[in-house]
């Protein structure tokens, strides 16, 4: 990969899971991250701290991306830090948890669509205009095989969220590619630990 110094970018999650492994992989290129969390308010600082004592550029924020006023809250900081974004990748999701259809409340499945789907177009409609005119920005939305093949018993939201996440990023890579904003999807199956 290209070097990515002065580069600036927004990891979802990033403090746990593969949006660890993303977050230090983009610090070791040279990248300033942001790492947002949700619960891991201890993994995502412990990070932060590893990136800085190899002389990177790291801050972590917490935030609920189910609440746009969080979001806006995130943002605020960020713009503080950074004068645009280059890359964001959406990592932040959950199962949250197993129920089948029959037995699934409608709190439950609002839920379980906020969290995986709802907070990534929150993310995106605020990073969008930090990323126009940065020549070349990327986003990356994780997916999951869920989203391509159903799932297994209990993830039929899950699974519907995540197949929303593929659709959502084939639509916005065609409204944003005038801008120079390349726009991908990662489709991971089961990774341990990667709670966020």
Do not use: W
């Amino acid at each position: 990969m290209n070097s990515l110094q002065k580069k600036t970018a927004l990891i979802t999650g990033g403090g746990s899971g593969i949006g660890r492994a993303i977050t230090t992989e983009l610090a070791q290129l040279g990248a300033q991250v942001c790492v947002h969390y949700f619960s891991s308010s201890d993994s995502a600082d412990e990070l932060v701290g590893q990136i800085r004592s190899k002389g990177g550029e790291a801050f972590a924020v917490g935030a609920d991306l189910t609440e746009e006023a969080e979001v806006k809250r995130l943002f605020a900081e960020l713009s503080e830090r950074f004068d645009g974004l280059d890359v964001l990748i959406n990592n932040a999701g959950d199962l949250v948890a197993r129920h089948p259809l029959e037995e699934m409340s409608y709190e439950f499945y609002r839920k379980v669509l906020a969290v995986n789907l709802d907070s990534m177009m929150l993310v995106t409609r605020s990073a969008i205009p930090l990323m126009k005119n940065r020549g070349g920005a990327s986003i990356v939305n994780l997916a999951s095989l869920a989203g391509r093949k159903g799932g297994h018993g209990g993830s039929l939201v899950y699974a519907t969220a995540k197949g929303a996440v593929l659709t959502f990023t084939r639509a916005l890579s065609a409204e944003l590619a005038p801008y120079g904003i390349r726009v991908n999807a990662l489709a991971p199956g089961l990774i341990l630990g990667s709670r966020f």
